[in-house]
């Protein structure tokens, strides 16, 4: 018997970088679960690939978070075959970087859009199946910028700071549901998303950490793991860093 068997798993940006560690934990931990990607079938294949004894466990959706068309039929058929959700990461996101002056609004919007209005639009789902239940876990992958700021991300980290306020408020809204929102706030893991980086810059980045290493993508899934779990019962509208002390 492990932690998460019988327990349904709402993951999105699954097939890949963070989202796919924590797939890959629940998976271990005897969860079933739903994992979500934006476009990369090669990810999605391998990932499928690659966790084939896991096959009965999992199912994968093409699904855009920030289209609530998308999210809504996705929501359906979860109620419609699963009955009910556990847990819902909200991991999907992406970054558009260029110092404000010069960014443009489409991408200012496309950040907010994914980052932040995706995970409303998830969330809203999933509270309303998870308040039939009474429980529920959400947990919102934010990011330390969200209160340290960063160079260039200003769309960056005024998606992931919303993203810290609506978890308190969503966390004050459902507690008395037994629902628990919080957030995992991982600072410089190696994954696609800092791929764009130069070697300058990571080197650069990798002094700026106490730590003198980036994290890595099972570091941050143990910690999804652990507010996502039952015993985390008393844990809501709060934030984990895994930051290796930034
Ligand atoms: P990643 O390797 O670039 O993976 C991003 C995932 O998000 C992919 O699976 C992608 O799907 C999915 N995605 C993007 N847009 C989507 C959309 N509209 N709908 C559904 N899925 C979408 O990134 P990562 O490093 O694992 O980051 C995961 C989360 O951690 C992000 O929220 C990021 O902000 C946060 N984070 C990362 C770091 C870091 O240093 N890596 C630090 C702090 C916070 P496809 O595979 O189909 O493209």
Redesign the pocket.
């Known amino acids: 018997m492990t932690d998460f068997e019988n327990q349904t798993v709402l993951i999105?940006?699954?097939?890949?970088?963070?989202?796919r560690a924590v797939a890959e934990s629940f998976l271990q931990a005897g969860a079933y679960v739903i994992g979500?990607?934006?476009?990369?079938e090669t990810?999605a294949a391998v990932f499928t690939e690659e966790n084939s004894k896991f096959a009965a466990l999992f199912e994968l959706h093409k699904?855009?978070?920030?289209r609530e068309a998308d999210v809504a039929s996705l929501f359906s058929h979860i109620e419609k075959v699963h009955g009910s959700l556990d847990v819902l990461i909200n991991?999907?996101?992406?970054r558009k970087d260029a110092v404000l002056a010069l960014m443009d609004s489409k991408d200012w919007q496309k950040v907010i859009d994914?980052?932040l209005t995706?995970s409303f639009l998830m969330s809203k789902q999933a509270v309303l199946l998870m308040m039939q239940n009474k429980y529920g876990r959400i947990i919102n992958?934010t990011?330390p910028v969200a209160h340290l700021g960063f160079t260039g991300q200003a769309n960056y980290a005024a998606s992931k700071a919303g993203q810290v306020a609506m978890t308190k408020s969503l966390a004050k809204e459902v507690a008395r549901k037994k629902i628990t929102v919080n957030c995992v706030s991982?600072?410089?893991?190696a994954?696609?998303?800092?791929k764009d980086l130069s070697k300058e810059q990571l080197s650069a980045y990798k002094k700026l950490v106490p730590m003198r290493r980036f994290g890595t993508t099972e570091e941050v899934a143990e910690s999804v793991l652990f507010l996502a779990g039952k015993k985390a019962s008393y844990i809501t509208g709060t934030v984990l860093e895994i930051t290796g002390g930034l």
């Open positions: 999105s940006g699954a097939t890949r970088g963070i989202g979500l990607y934006a476009g990369d990810s699904c855009d978070v920030s991991n999907a996101g992406i994914i980052n995706g992958i990011s991982p600072g410089f893991i994954t696609d998303f800092i």
